[in-house]
């Protein structure tokens, strides 16, 4: 099994920042991508943030500039700095993590965490 902890969601202002983590442990050969995706009620799913174990990043057009995504590849980690954070972004953070369970072969497997609640007051 692959568990994904995430930590970090809460309450807070417009303006203000929150830093997500996820922690990824269980089955895991090699980490090919972790990353953020995020669902407010109502609305579809979509991807905030997304960085390759080889360095490459992919932001959302509505978070640049203010969202930083990193990762501690030696801990399987992912984070998420958000600064000036607006009530838009208030939704369910999900994180993902697209792992490669068996060497030698091109097959991986999307996981998802829990889920942490990210409010932003107005």
């Known amino acids: 099994q692959v568990q994904l902890v995430e930590s970090g969601g809460g309450l807070v202002q417009a303006g203000g920042s929150l830093r997500l983590s996820c922690a990824a442990s269980g089955s895991i050969f090699s980490i090919n991508a972790m990353g953020w995706f995020r669902q407010a009620p109502g609305k579809q799913r979509e991807l905030v943030a997304t960085?390759?174990?080889?360095?490459?990043?992919n932001y959302v057009d509505s978070v640049k500039g203010r969202f930083t995504i990193s990762r501690d590849n030696a801990k399987n980690t992912v984070y998420l700095q958000m600064n000036s954070l607006k009530p838009e972004d208030t939704a369910v953070y999900y994180c993902?993590?697209?792992?490669?369970?068996?060497?030698?072969?091109?097959?991986?497997?999307?996981?998802w965490g829990q889920g942490t609640q990210v409010t932003v007051s107005s």
């Open positions: 993902y993590v697209n792992i490669q369970k068996v060497h030698g072969t091109r097959v991986f497997y999307d996981y």
């Open positions: 960085k390759s174990t080889g360095g490459s990043t």
